[in-house]
């Protein structure tokens, strides 16, 4: 990767990109801008993912918007005995409604392989916001990451090993394992989420586009070569089955 052009990585990227959002036109009608910073969050809609966290404070969000136009890309499907995760899809679209006309917005309806593959290799970032320590793995991010997206992740499953903060990504909040109530850590979690978008995301894609392609490829090199398959099994036979 490392003698990969930001100039290919960056073009095969917006052409990723025009596919997610012609197929967001073509299924929702709603029109987004292949220039501006697109966000991606999709997954099995249930509790403990925290998919609306990202809405826990609207007037800082537009805030934040106004400092640099964000797009947001949601799916995922709950259980159909899962009330909990069918009621956080409805908080999306509620505050997405509340959003309108400021932050552009889709929930993207039947998420399948097809459309999380436009999705992970057509959003510029990959938002997870589990509550820990539930994340079991996380393997969107990582599929997420060998596309060149890069992640912006609280620190549960695999993004603990993954995150080089400032280099591959960013982390949200404190470690699992810092002994801070649930109370603290969400209020911890969400400046840093809003802090990070403002002051560090938000001004790396637009106004330092070098350093932007230079995450995106440190994204794919420094993930794909460790979170892989080939690694998986070699590990599990030497490690757990020898």
Not at 178 to 183: A, D, H, L, Y
Not at 231 to 240: G, L, Q, V
Request: glycine fraction near 8%; charged fraction near 25%; hydrophobic fraction near 40%.
């Amino acid at each position: 990767m490392d003698e990969v052009s930001h100039e290919e990585i960056w073009n095969a990227h917006l052409k990723a990109k025009k596919a997610l959002l012609d197929h967001i036109a073509e299924k929702t009608g709603v029109i987004m801008d292949i220039n501006v910073l697109t966000l991606g969050f999709a997954r099995r809609a249930t509790a403990y993912k925290r998919a609306a966290m990202l809405f826990s404070d609207p007037e800082r969000l537009k805030e934040i918007n106004r400092t640099g136009k964000l797009q947001l890309v949601f799916a995922g499907k709950a259980h159909p005995k899962d009330d909990a995760g069918k009621r956080v899809i409805k908080e999306i679209y509620n505050y997405m409604a509340g959003l309108r006309g400021e932050v552009e917005a889709v929930y993207l309806e039947n998420y399948d392989l097809d459309l999380a593959a436009r999705m992970v290799s057509g959003v510029d970032v990959w938002l997870n916001t589990p509550l820990p320590p539930m994340e079991a793995s996380g393997t969107s991010g990582m599929k997420a990451a060998c596309n060149g997206a890069i992640n912006f992740s609280i620190l549960d499953g695999w993004w603990i090993e993954g995150c080089i903060e400032g280099v591959n990504g960013w982390a949200i909040g404190p470690y699992p394992m810092v002994p801070i109530g649930e109370n603290e850590r969400r209020r911890i979690e969400i400046k840093d989420l809003y802090n990070k978008m403002e002051y560090l995301i938000i001004p790396k894609f637009y106004h330092d586009r070098d350093g932007w392609r230079e995450m995106m490829r440190s994204s794919i090199s420094k993930t794909a070569y460790y979170f892989n398959s080939h690694r998986m099994m070699r590990r599990y036979i030497t490690e757990a089955y020898l």
